[in-house]
């Protein structure tokens, strides 16, 4: 069994029932973060209908909100959805802007691990080249 993420008559991505239960799960915890709708509509007769406008401002507002924190766990945690949902905004077609916090009205606070770690020596600032990365690898396993 699967499921649809479609926009128009064109199927974003084709996940098993068990992955899109995980994926909605963390898209509705993301929308209260974030007290944004996240363009993916409920899963109805196994489809969701995606928003590509609303999308957009989602994915961009999330961009900033991962831009914001500098703790390892938070990232760790989020990325994997970050990169899925890059993903699909690419499937859909909206613009995601790369420095989404000049955009988005930051408010200055960010999340902060206060230990560093060595692990973390040599990444770019805010991740974005490790997200890209896994949202191209993540592409090759999401099916249409």
């Not at 990325?79 to 989404?100: H, I, K, Q, S, Y």
């Not at 560093?116 to 890209?132: C, L, Q, T």
């Amino acid at each position: 069994m699967s499921q649809y993420y479609d926009v128009d008559n064109q199927t974003l991505w084709n996940p098993s029932n068990t992955a899109s239960k995980l994926f909605l799960y963390q898209v509705r915890l993301f929308e209260e973060e974030l007290d944004l709708q996240s363009g993916i509509g409920p899963m109805k007769s196994d489809e969701s209908r995606v928003a590509p406008v609303v999308l957009e401002q989602f994915v961009n507002a999330l961009l900033a909100w991962r831009e914001r924190t500098n703790h390892a766990v938070i990232q760790a945690l989020t990325d994997g959805f970050v990169a899925t949902m890059l993903v699909l905004a690419e499937r859909a077609g909206v613009e995601v802007r790369w420095n989404p916090s000049a955009d988005a009205g930051a408010d200055g606070m960010h999340e902060v691990q206060v230990c560093s770690s060595p692990m973390s020596a040599g990444h770019d600032r805010n991740g974005y080249v490790e997200i890209r990365e896994q949202a191209r690898q993540l592409a090759d396993s999401m099916p249409r």
